[in-house]
């Protein structure tokens, strides 16, 4: 899993049924020190997560379809938690 | 999943046979803030996606979930159109 924030939303009309009434956020993976790493991700919630909230990620097609709940949903990226805090001791 | 412009497609006679009648087009990731990230790859389309528009796509096995029974010998597929977007 990987830390990211949340910074936008994404409304999608036209789209594969199994993202039929699942939110779609757009989320930036950060480091420890929240510094962006890598691209902008596009990760379906399953937790009610929110714009600027720092969250757990998967990006994984299995997991990502368990969070989703949805058996064979065509989906990569998923939130499963909402971080509270990050404790590193180095 | 990652955001993306339409930006081509592809026409390919000769193909493996599950990829017959199935849309190929080529696209160009982009970030947040619209800007182009990374190199453009091509994708399959099970959403009707045209030139010009924004879509969002899947990499992985996942994409070709899709056209299931069918397994279609792709790595990323299309699949939604992205009406809007909004960043804080």
């Known amino acids: 899993m990987q830390i990211a924030r949340v910074v936008g939303t994404v409304v999608a009309t036209q789209k594969h049924r199994a993202f039929e009434g699942a939110k779609l956020l757009l989320v930036q993976p950060v480091g420890l020190d929240d510094t962006p790493r890598g691209p902008t991700l596009l990760a379906v919630d399953s937790v009610g997560a929110g714009v600027t909230e720092r969250v757990l990620i998967v990006q994984e097609g299995r997991a990502a379809g368990e969070a989703l709940g949805r058996k064979g949903a065509p989906v990569d990226a998923a939130i499963v938690g909402i971080i509270d805090s990050v404790d590193v001791q180095e | ?88």
Do not use: C, Y
């Open chain 2, 1 to 88: 999943m990652q955001m993306a412009r339409v930006i081509g497609d592809v026409v390919a006679t000769r193909k493996d046979e599950a990829l017959a009648g199935i849309t190929l087009l080529v696209i160009q990731p982009i970030g947040a803030d619209g800007a182009n990230v990374g190199r453009t790859l091509v994708a399959v389309d099970s959403v009707g996606a045209g030139v010009g528009e924004t879509v969002f796509f899947v990499r992985g096995k996942e994409a070709s979930f899709p056209f299931h029974p069918t397994e279609v010998p792709t790595d990323a597929g299309i699949v939604g159109i992205v009406d809007h977007w909004d960043v804080e």
